[in-house]
């Protein structure tokens, strides 16, 4: 059995650890927060230029050419996946490079390893792909270290520049979504070809537009490409906030357990080191009365 010492000496380190989880978690927490916020400022806006799209779509009698929208076979792919900088979040980073993987390998046994673009957000991925030996196209921080609409906008437009000049087909997406605090689920995500969808017809909608349907279409849809990859951000980072909160949270429950267990070992440590102490001295009472 550990002596006292030694279980003083782990119940301090223990506590010590107590403290630093609960102070995560309740960073971790207030991040959560003020992400889920900006989530919901954000989506009405996203959600009305789709709205937009779409109805705008649904009251064309013809059909317009969307150059961002075309789909044709994917011959080169750009693959875009979301980690963390850091740990102490979970399976955040495991599961999401689980998903990379497989999506990674899927393209490079079907077009060849030369044709699949890889973007990585966060060091964590970025280390698992040298690991694995998968080439890196571009790298970037984590989007909790690096988020903002102007990155969005610049690495969006880049992809659609790139797509628009028939150099990449197709534009993936790998990441965590936010289904809640304790659920980070990774899923897969096409951004280009920008799928379309017309209103169902219903209600008229009645659209007079300057100068051509054309332009005004060609210059919403990047808008909307913009805003897809952001909100995607949003999610990515508000998913990570989440996965730590709730892993510190657990760290924090299994401390204070611990704790509890090793108080009690102590407590009866000491007890052993009383009684034995108070039969040394009935013992050596004992041995003076003779």
């Known amino acids: 059995m550990p002596s006292l010492k030694e279980i003083r000496a782990r119940i301090a380190s223990v506590a010590s650890t107590e403290k630093i989880t609960n ?69 955040y980073n495991s599961s999401v490079s689980k998903l990379f993987f497989s999506t990674y390998t899927d393209f490079a046994n079907t077009l060849g390893a030369e044709n699949v673009e890889v973007y990585l957000f966060g060091k964590k991925l970025t280390e698992f792909a040298e690991k694995n030996g998968i080439p890196v196209t571009e790298t970037h921080k984590s989007v909790s270290e690096e988020l903002s609409y102007t990155l969005a906008t610049e690495f969006s437009d880049h992809m659609a520049q790139e797509f628009l000049e028939h150099r990449i087909d197709r534009v993936v997406m790998v990441y965590n979504h936010h289904k809640n605090a304790g659920v980070q689920q990774p899923i897969t995500e096409i951004l280009l070809p920008l799928a379309t969808e017309s209103a169902t017809k219903g209600e008229a909608y009645d659209y007079l537009v300057e100068p051509s349907k054309e332009e005004f279409i060609n210059e919403l849809v990047p808008k909307v490409i913009r805003t897809m990859f952001y909100s995607v951000m949003l999610d990515a980072m508000t998913a990570e906030h989440g996965a730590r909160m709730t892993a510190m949270l657990i760290a924090s429950d299994n401390a204070a357990t611990l704790l509890q267990e090793l108080r009690r070992d102590y407590n009866r440590a000491r007890q052993n080191v009383i009684t034995t102490e108070l039969i040394d001295i009935v013992g050596g009472a004992e041995a003076l009365n003779k």
């Open 23 to 91: 102070a995560m978690k309740m960073v971790s927490a207030a991040k959560l927060k003020k992400s889920e916020n900006t989530t919901l400022r954000f989506l009405p806006y996203k959600s009305k230029l789709n709205e937009t799209l779409s109805n705008y779509l649904g009251a064309l009698e013809e059909t317009v050419n969307i150059p961002l929208a075309e789909q044709r076979e994917p011959k080169r792919i750009a693959l875009v996946a979301f980690s963390s900088s850091s740990g102490l979040c979970g399976v």
